[in-house]
């Protein structure tokens, strides 16, 4: 069966920080360029990012890409690839600089220069001290910044196809990228996009845990679809929380409630922090504080019916410090724990931020394949992708100016690769989309199936009790068989509604097929990594003196890689050959 | 409502930038919207097609609406309580 073909040089999917930067560099340079998303780009979760982009710019004082690159290092726990970390801490004063010049209204001193601010983990001289080096836009750097990425888009004349969601890569038989199969809510329409070359910049999937402080939309699409069509993904082990998302809702409560003395407490009202880190408290790094959480749930001190969440308490907080000093956090607590913060302590867990792994990639956009060669036509940048510049865990800023560095870094690429690729599009495979109407066709014709609201709700459940912030061996098995039994459920899923145009129930069942493949890549590996290090942290391998913080570096310091086909894990080497610089040695992460 | 129109605004309501709106619009899309009169679903259409850093200030309060119109469906969201089962 045949689809509609539309041809372009050039396909983007996904309208968010990457897929905008990218974007500018294809358009800019005249290449006919198709941009794909779910959304309005200016509705995409970069818009939820509040705390900044960090460059070595030295407008406050004396600063070097170098150390900003030795702190991203050591931010990923030794896991990131020195060669990719090196690229993207050398760009970023150029891309925040031009980002300027597309209209970024960053915030400015009294001078006129963009105004820096001190952030977690970001140090001058090589983790002396702490350096000023996050540029914001005020609490709405990613708002500001997709905003000006957008006008940019719309100058460059880049063609926008919004309300659509792509299905299925197409693939021919010696591995190249031709585009991608998608689909057009308005109208049901199924429709090839044939391209030169594909960019994925679709974002994280942290919709595959129950508590997360991501809006619904991040549903992987881009890690299912790559997944599907025989790409690896790497490090899906690693994801970032934050330790104080509401209980249930997700919804993030900022780390500035704790810096105005809000204090963590278990079931008894006792401030457990003390016994954790009799210094620091409540302000000890979000990773300390998230464990804590968790071991006081585990060991029954939780509050509520069911003992599964901790409080956050500011009720000997004076009301007019919490209205003016916290705004918002009164409402917040209000509308998604239906308490008020002035008279009850807020229920909260460690709720997840933030996804590390991705679809393999080097620094310059171009994804890789399980030989290590590069997949001709396709790209990847953003949340989606693993360069691996964030390691085990990333540093906070760094999300931003990974869009910015390595969305621009995949545009240039695809230019430079389009020059000596031929001028005509290589053929389509016959019967491409095959596979693609053959899920659709299920989804339509399947009777006595799931439902897919449960089936969802059953994977995030399992993701959250077995593969959380602290992680249990016997839990991590256990978690890996019921997530492959959930998986016969996605199979399965029926909707009701078999209605053609503005049908949201496909759409979600098509989410969810991309969900369950992240969902089972993260749990598969997180099994496999019997150490802990960064973001993933095993009660069975705890701090000792021959291994600090847990890590084995003689058999662990690798990246992951699954295979969808037969949930095959190999692995590969860590880059720790800078791009200019001397290797920065592996040594233990302390702060 | 159409079933068309319906669809295309839940898509709107819950595929929003960020979390905070994806919760209260759905839930309130969900439960009070039916109940609507048809200007206040049209003021609610409104609201929903806003960028969520307008919405949002004005969804918890922290700054007022000062649309007349719009003001009272904001109202409703404001006291719009969203809580899962932890």
Redesign the interface.
Known sequence: MSIPVRKYDAVIVGAGGAGLRAAIQLSEAGLKTAVLS??FP???????AQGGVSASLGNSEQDHWHWHMYDTVKGSDWLGDQDAIEFMCRKAPEVVVELEHFGMPFDRTDEGKIYQRPFGGHMSNFGEKPVRRACAAAD?TG?AMLHALYQRNVRAQTQFFV?WMALDLIRDEEGQVLGVIALE??TGEVVAFHAKATIFATGGAGRIFY???????NTGDGLGMAARAGIQLEDMEFWQFHPTGV?????LITEGVRGEGGILRNSAGERFMERYAPNAKDLASRDVVSRAMVTEINEGRGC?P?K??VTLDITHLPPETIMKRL??IR??S?????IDPIKAPI?V?PTCHYQMGGIPTNYKGQVINDTGATVTGFYAAGECACASVHGANRLGTNSLLDLLVFGKSSGDTVIEDMASMPKAHKELPANFADKTLARLARLENQTNGSSVNDTRLAMQRTMQNHCGVFRFKDKLEEGVQKILEIEKQVAITEIK?K?K????AR?EALELDNLIEVAKATMICANARKESRGAHVRDDAPDTPEMPNGRNDKEWHKHTLWQRDGNKLSYKPVNMTPLSVETIALKTRSY | MEREALNRLQWRCTRRALLELDLILGKFLAEEFPGLSEDDKQVFAVLADMEDHDLWPLVNGTEECEDARQAAVVAMLRKSEVRRPQ
């Open positions: 779910k959304v200016t509705r995409s979760h970069t818009v939820a709405r708002h309300e809510m308005e508590s997360s402080t991501n809006a619904f939309i209980a249930g809702a997700g919804v509520g069911n599964d969440f705004p918002g409402e917040i209000i509308q998604f724990a239906g229920p867990v509604d209605s145009v503005w049908n949201t759409v």
